[in-house]
């Protein structure tokens, strides 16, 4: 229901008056008299609240609150039950706190198809883990030599002209990106890398506090997706840490 024009034109008038009272008050009392700016501030808040206070019981006057929950919230709780915090373009590692948490979480999994992109990109910040005592990383590719799986990524991702291009994109990754990150790997931080029997339907990454995943399209070739962030100890986040223990379960732990 729309206020009618003349009342709302009134609390337009009496919000722009409580905005100029707090304008003035700290232009010309805030170091002049702590009485008198105080009292302004209390007035001009008041006034300015209770406006907004007033536009909003006269819109929603036919809705508990309640039902402006159920009507307009509904979606948050959903993310707040799942824990989710966030959906980006690609995964925040640029984000200080969680940057912070994937160098120094005590266990870290990164689930891929291949992960020469992500490592690529993500050079250093795997280098500054894992020169880390007393943590665990785990890295869990395709398997290679799994032919059905690598066909299907071949073929979904326009490589036809060259049928064996994940079976020698996956070893050029183990023997180059994986060879380096295990010879510069800290003694005392347990590197462990695995082959994955099943065809990916989710790129992972799993920290002590961040649950991350993205989506991959159904049609053939490459194309931007939403990257889902989970906070710890809610209900995605447990449900991908159980994911990731269930493929390790099933996977082949490489030397």
């Known amino acids: ?9 009134h609390l337009l008038v009496l919000e ?8 003035i008050n700290e232009s010309f009392f805030k170091n002049v008299n702590d009485t008198v700016y105080i009292i302004i501030l209390t007035i001009g808040v008041t006034l300015s609240t209770n406006v907004l206070a007033a536009y909003i019981s006269d819109k929603y006057k036919n809705n508990d609150l309640a039902e402006i929950a159920a009507n307009n919230f509904e979606v948050l709780k959903s993310c707040q039950e799942y824990g989710l915090i966030n959906i980006q373009k690609g995964f925040p590692l640029e984000n200080e706190l969680i940057k912070n948490d994937f160098i120094n979480s005590k266990n870290v999994y990164i689930v891929m198809n291949d992960a020469k992109r992500f490592i690529s990109d993500n050079t250093l910040l795997l280098e500054q883990r894992i020169k880390k005592k007393n943590l665990s990383t785990t890295l869990i590719l395709q398997d290679l030599n799994q032919t059905d799986i690598m066909d299907a990524l071949t073929r979904k991702n326009g490589h036809a002209e060259n049928p064996n291009y994940y079976k020698e994109k996956i070893r050029d990754v183990i023997d180059y990106h994986i060879k380096k990150l295990r010879d510069i790997c800290n003694n005392k931080h347990n590197f462990s890398f695995y082959l994955n029997p099943n065809y990916n339907t989710l790129a992972i990454i799993l920290t002590d506090n ?3 995943y993205s989506i991959y399209r159904i049609a053939p070739g490459k194309t931007e997706v939403p990257h889902f962030i989970f906070k710890q100890g809610c209900h995605e986040y447990n449900l991908v840490k159980r994911d990731v223990d269930n493929i390790i379960a ?5 030397e």
């Open 210 to 212: 961040y649950a991350m």
């Open 16 to 23: 722009i008056v409580s905005l100029a009272v707090l304008f």
């Open 1 to 9: 229901m729309k206020l009618p024009r003349i009342k709302l034109q």
């Open 250 to 254: 099933i996977s082949e732990i490489q």
